[in-house]
């Protein structure tokens, strides 16, 4: 269902049975995120490939963390190092939502971020997924989707999950960083402080970290 669309920003929704299959690790046929997984090893090569994407997947990273400087780079090294939220292979939804927005705009040579909010609701055992994109790197600002969700917090909708895919540049070897921008830190607090967000999840389309609303206090947030 489409809720609204400006130009090329685009705001909709999905709602379905909450089976499963939707949170399992099978992604199934996903055309848009295999031909960006397949174009990768072409340009990074096998093995340039597969160093690139365990690097973000890896979470054993047992350098110290600064207290001061660059707060994305301390945020990525609180992922990495262990101390903050979970990696994991992504799940079928992930995957069926990021294969959306990159049959739209294929991530390699038109990269963009979308972002998304899962809600649940426990007696209907619905989900109901708002999606917002547009073709620009940044994804735009939800107005029309955050009216919505509080009218469903009204009735008995919680949000369990913020989503959202990270990319990098070619000089970064193109694989996402799964760990909060200061920006990304700065929402998340705002979402669990007015609308009770439970977690968020960033994919890279590999892996996804999902970080508990408890955790988010930790992170470096942008300079006052
Ligand atoms: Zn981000």
């Given at each position: 269902m489409v809720m609204e669309q400006k130009g090329n920003e685009i705001f909709q929704y999905w709602e379905f049975e909450n089976e499963p299959l939707i949170w399992g690790m099978n992604i199934g046929e996903v055309p848009a995120l295999k031909s960006y997984r397949d174009s990768l090893e072409r340009v990074l090569g096998k093995n340039g490939f597969e160093a690139a994407v365990q690097k973000e997947a890896s979470q054993n990273d047992s350098q110290d963390i600064p207290d001061s400087g660059n707060g994305d780079r301390i945020n990525a090294r609180l992922v990495h190092s262990g101390r903050v939220g979970t990696i994991r292979s992504m799940n079928l939804l992930e995957a069926e939502l990021l294969n959306y927005q990159l049959s739209r705009y294929p991530l390699l040579s038109h990269p963009t971020e979308f972002h998304a909010f899962i809600l649940f609701h426990d007696s209907l055992h619905h989900v109901r997924v708002y999606f917002a994109a547009s073709d620009q790197p940044w994804p735009p600002k939800p107005a029309v989707i955050l009216e919505s969700i509080k009218k469903d917090l009204k009735q008995s909708w919680k949000l369990r999950y913020h989503m959202h895919n990270h990319y990098e540049p070619k000089s970064n070897n193109y694989v996402g960083i799964l760990a909060p921008s200061v920006a990304d830190?700065?929402?998340?607090?705002?979402?669990?402080?007015?609308?009770?967000?439970?977690?968020?999840?960033?994919?890279?389309?590999?892996?996804?970290?999902?970080?508990?609303?408890?955790?988010?206090?930790?992170?470096?947030?942008?300079?006052?």
């Open positions: 830190a700065q929402y998340f607090a705002f979402l669990s402080e007015d609308f009770n967000l439970d977690k968020a999840l960033i994919t890279n389309g590999f892996y996804t970290v999902e970080i508990e609303s408890r955790e988010f206090p930790k992170f470096r947030t942008p300079p006052k």
